[in-house]
C-alpha cells in the first residue's frame, strides 16, 4: 500500500517541467556559492586563531621554560634537561624541541632533542639560552622548538567537510520544500489554467475559469489572469457572435446579389436581343432610306434633265424669236433647274454622311485645312487670305467625312467673308477641363445667335439667298459627322464680327483607337 502524500505528485511534475528544473537548479547553485562563500570565511578565521593559539603557546614557553633550561645547561644537567625538553614536547601542536650548547669555549657542545623535525607545515622558534654571571650576561646555547600546523589543517579539512555535507543537505532539503510551496501556490493553478486555454473553444459557451483553491482575503496575481482571462473569453465570444451575424448577412447579400446578376444577366440578354433585333430593323430601314435616296435622286435628275434640255433647245432655237420676258424664263427655269440639282446632290451627301460605316484613323486635320484653303486661293487669286492654321492638329476621325465636314464650314467663312477686302480664317483646338475643343472661325459677315437654333437645320438658312449662295444643307451635314464621330457641334457669333464653329469629338464613345467603327 503506497503512501499518498498531498502535492507529491505535482512536485514530481515540477521537477520534471522546465520551471522545476530550472527552479531547482539555480536555488542549489546559488545557495552552493553562498554556502562556500560561508564556510571560506570560517576556514579563514578558524585557521588565524589556531595559528595565534600556537604562537602564544610558543611565547609561554619563552617564559616557563627558558629559565630552568639555562640552570641546568649551565649546570649541566643533563637528566633535568631532557625532563623538561619532554615537557615542552608533551605541549600541544610541539613536533620537535632541541638544546644545542655553545661552541664557544667548548670542545664537544651538547645536543639534546626530542621528536622528528619538519620542514614542511611547521612554526620553528629559536630562543638564545643566556646565563647571567658577575662579568654579565652570557649565551650558552640555542633552544629550538617546532610547532606543526597539521593538526590545524587537520581540523580545519574535517571541518570543511561537515560544513559542506551538512549544508548541502540543508540546501536540497529547503529547495524540495520551495518547490513544494511554488508548486501548490502557483504551478498547479497555471497547469490548470493552461489546460483550460487549450480546451478553449469560441464557437461553444463554456463557464468561466475558477482555481481549485480556497479564495483568498485578497486577489493575488492568479485572480487577475483568471479575471483577464474571463474577461478575454466574453469579448471574444461577442466578437465571434459579432462576425456571425455579419457572416449570415453576408451570405444572404451574396445571394441577393447573384440573384440579382442572373436577373441582369437576363435582362441584359433580352435587352442584347431587342437591340440586335432593332440593329436589324435599322439596318434594314437604312437600306431602304438608301435605296429610297438614290431611286429619289434619280427619278428627280430624269425630269430636270429634260426641263434643262428643253430649255436649252429652247434658247438655241427660239432665241431670236423669244423677247427679253422670256429671255428672263428661260434664264430663271435655268437657275431653278441649277439649284434643284444641287439640292438633290446636297440631299445625297447628307445621306451618305449618315450611313455607312466609319474608318476612323488618326488624321492631320491641319494638312486637309491647308489643302482647302489652297483651292479655295486658286479659284478666287484675286483675294487677299489670311489664313491662321494651328500645326499638327492630328485627330482620330473618318478622313472621308471630314473632307466633307471641313469643306463645309471652311466654305462658310469663305462665303461669308466674300464681301470684305480681307478674308481671315483660323482653324486650331484648344484644351478646356481636359477635353480638346476644335474650332473655325472667320471675321465674315456673322448671324444673330437668336437664330442659332436653326443654324443645323436642313435647307434653313440665315441668310437670305440673294446675299449669299446655297442651299442650306451644308452645316445640317457637319452635324451629323459630328454626331456619327460621338461630338457636339454649336456656334458663337454676333453681325458683322464674323462667326466660330466649335466641335468635340467621341465625348460618348471614347473608342478612338485607329480602325474600323460602326456608329448607328
Not at 28 to 54: E, K, M, N, P
Not at 63 to 75: D, M, P, T
Not at 239 to 257: F, G, P, Q, S, T
Request: hydrophobic share 40%; net charge negative; glycine share 6%.
Amino acid at each position: 500500500m503506497l503512501l499518498r502524500i498531498p502535492g507529491l505528485s505535482s512536485l514530481r511534475e515540477l521537477k520534471r517541467s522546465g520551471i522545476g528544473q530550472r527552479l531547482l537548479v539555480q536555488i542549489i547553485l546559488f545557495s552552493s556559492l553562498i554556502t562556500l562563500a560561508a564556510t571560506l570565511v570560517q576556514l579563514y578565521t578558524d585557521y588565524h586563531r589556531d595559528v595565534g593559539t600556537i604562537k602564544n603557546r610558543l611565547d609561554d614557553i619563552e617564559g616557563s621554560y627558558l629559565g630552568s633550561i639555562s640552570a641546568s645547561l649551565w649546570n649541566l644537567d643533563i637528566q633535568q634537561l631532557r625532563l623538561q625538553l619532554e615537557g615542552i614536547h608533551q605541549l600541544p601542536d610541539i613536533q620537535s624541541v632541541s638544546v644545542q650548547e655553545s661552541s664557544d669555549n667548548v670542545s664537544d657542545p651538547l645536543e639534546l632533542s626530542r621528536g622528528e623535525g619538519n620542514s614542511k607545515n611547521v612554526i620553528t622558534r629559536h630562543y638564545p639560552i643566556i646565563h647571567i654571571l658577575a662579568s654579565g650576561p652570557r649565551q650558552i646555547g640555542m633552544l629550538t622548538v617546532e610547532a606543526s600546523l597539521s593538526e590545524v589543517y587537520a581540523r580545519l579539512q574535517q571541518k570543511a567537510v561537515v560544513i559542506l555535507l551538512s549544508q548541502g543537505v540543508k540546501t536540497f532539503l529547503v529547495s524540495l520544500f520551495i518547490l513544494y510551496i511554488v508548486s501548490r501556490l502557483i504551478t498547479s493553478h497555471l497547469t490548470h489554467i493552461s489546460e483550460r486555454v487549450s480546451r478553449f473553444e469560441i464557437s461553444q459557451q463554456q463557464p468561466p475559469l475558477a482555481l481549485e483553491r480556497r479564495p483568498p482575503s485578497e486577489p493575488d496575481e492568479l485572480d487577475q489572469v483568471v479575471a483577464a482571462f474571463n474577461t478575454l473569453s466574453k469579448n471574444l465570444r461577442q466578437a465571434y457572435e459579432h462576425m456571425h451575424e455579419v457572416n449570415n448577412a453576408l451570405a444572404k447579400d451574396i445571394i441577393a446579389r447573384r440573384q440579382a446578376e442572373e436577373e441582369v444577366k437576363r435582362l441584359n440578354s433580352v435587352l442584347e436581343q431587342r437591340v440586335r433585333q432593332r440593329t436589324a430593323e435599322l439596318e434594314a430601314a437604312n437600306a431602304e432610306l438608301a435605296s429610297f435616296c438614290y431611286s429619289v435622286s434619280h427619278d428627280l435628275r430624269a425630269p430636270l434633265r429634260r426641263i434643262e434640255g428643253f430649255r436649252r433647245i429652247l434658247n438655241d432655237r427660239y432665241h431670236e424669236q423669244v423677247d427679253d420676258q422670256g429671255r428672263h424664263y428661260l434664264d430663271r427655269i435655268a437657275a431653278g433647274t441649277r439649284e434643284m440639282s444641287e439640292m438633290i446632290d446636297s440631299f445625297l451627301r447628307l445621306s451618305r454622311a449618315t450611313q455607312g460605316e466609319l474608318n476612323v484613323e488618326i488624321v492631320d486635320l491641319s494638312a486637309k485645312v491647308h489643302r482647302l484653303i489652297a483651292q479655295y486661293r486658286e479659284r478666287e487669286p484675286e483675294r487677299d487670305v489670311y489664313p491662321q492654321i494651328q500645326d499638327e492638329v492630328r485627330a482620330p476621325v473618318d478622313s472621308h467625312l471630314f473632307d466633307m465636314l471641313l469643306s463645309n464650314l471652311i466654305d462658310n467663312a469663305w462665303k461669308y467673308s466674300g464681301h470684305l477686302p480681307e478674308t481671315h480664317l483660323a482653324f486650331g483646338f484648344r484644351e478646356e477641363d481636359g477635353e480638346r475643343i476644335y474650332f473655325v472661325s472667320d471675321r465674315g459677315d456673322g448671324f444673330d445667335m437668336q437664330y442659332a437654333d436653326r443654324l443645323f437645320a436642313p435647307f434653313s438658312r440665315l441668310h437670305k439667298a440673294e446675299e449669299f449662295e446655297g442651299v442650306g444643307i451644308g452645316l445640317a451635314t457637319v452635324q451629323r459627322i459630328i454626331t456619327r464621330h460621338g461630338g457636339r457641334i454649336w456656334a458663337e457669333s454676333r453681325p458683322g464680327e464674323g462667326a466660330t464653329f466649335y466641335f468635340t469629338l467621341w465625348e460618348r464613345n471614347t473608342d478612338r483607337e485607329q480602325g474600323h467603327h460602326t456608329i448607328s
